[in-house]
T-cell receptor
Framework: GENVEQHPSTLSVQEGDSAVIKCTYSDSASNYFPWYKQELGKRPQLIIDIRSNVGEKKDQRIAVTLNKTAKHFSLHITETQPEDSAVYFCAAAPNQAGTALIFGKGTTLSVSS | DGGITQSPKYLFRKEGQNVTLSCEQNLNHDAMYWYRQDPGQGLRLIYYSQIVNDFQKGDIAEGYSVSREKKESFPLTVTSAQKNPTAFYLC???????????FGAGTRLSVL
């Protein structure tokens, strides 16, 4: 079945720097890749997603890139702000009926001012 | 944020007791999911349901049970067989596996 690896597990940056989180997946047939942000004590919320027919997607300071050949996708946050501090989860959707999203173990991002 | 309601927000379980966590959605979603989150850990899938009256085990189903009698509701029972139930439990729903999942606010379960 699908397996999603996420790195790094923790990431500390200075305000204004960029942050990059990388995920790899094992099932080449997976075709949907969302990213969720979870602030302390809150529910995870979708921040951006990408489907396999697209190589890159941007939304203001956030972008996701997908390399289907290498089976990895990355989250890029530019001009980081303290409110970006949270746990970020990547996920992949296997292209198989009756399955669920497979989540990575999460990256704790800390942005210091 | 709206659309998925979990209750209660906090729950305490006594030794040998079964407890049930409620999850209701009004998003008309077919699929619903239960996850367990331990401190510093990711989201581990307990059970999921793609359609009414059908559900599948996730990675850590032992000690848990679910039902899906209505599209809107997917309650999770933590049985006495679950020896380490203390965790944050999240319910989610989506139109399908390859669509956005919306999460509830969670239930924090502790053992007395």
């Amino acid at each position: 079945g699908e397996n999603v690896e996420q790195h790094p597990s923790t990431l500390s940056v200075q305000e204004g720097d960029s942050a990059v989180i990388k995920c790899t997946y094992s099932d080449s047939a997976s075709n949907y890749f969302p990213w969720y942000k979870q602030e302390l004590g809150k529910r995870p919320q979708l921040i951006i997603d990408i489907r396999s027919n697209v190589g890159e997607k941007k939304d203001q300071r956030i972008a996701v890139t997908l390399n289907k050949t290498a089976k990895h996708f990355s989250l890029h946050i530019t001009e980081t702000q303290p409110e970006d501090s949270a746990v970020y989860f990547c996920a992949a959707a296997p292209n198989q009926a009756g399955t669920a999203l497979i989540f990575g173990k999460g990256t704790t991002l800390s942005v210091s001012s | 944020d709206g659309g998925i309601t979990q209750s209660p927000k906090y729950l305490f379980r006594k030794e040998g007791q079964n407890v049930t966590l409620s999850c209701e959605q009004n998003l008309n979603h077919d699929a619903m999911y239960w996850y367990r989150q331990d401190p510093g850990q990711g989201l581990r899938l307990i059970y999921y349901s793609q359609i009414v009256n059908d559900f599948q085990k996730g990675d850590i189903a032992e000690g848990y049970s679910v039902s899906r009698e209505k599209k809107e509701s997917f309650p999770l029972t933590v049985t006495s067989a679950q020896k380490n139930p203390t965790a944050f439990y999240l319910c989610a729903s989506s139109a399908g596996a390859r669509y956005i999942q919306y999460f509830g606010a969670g239930t924090r379960l502790s053992v007395l």
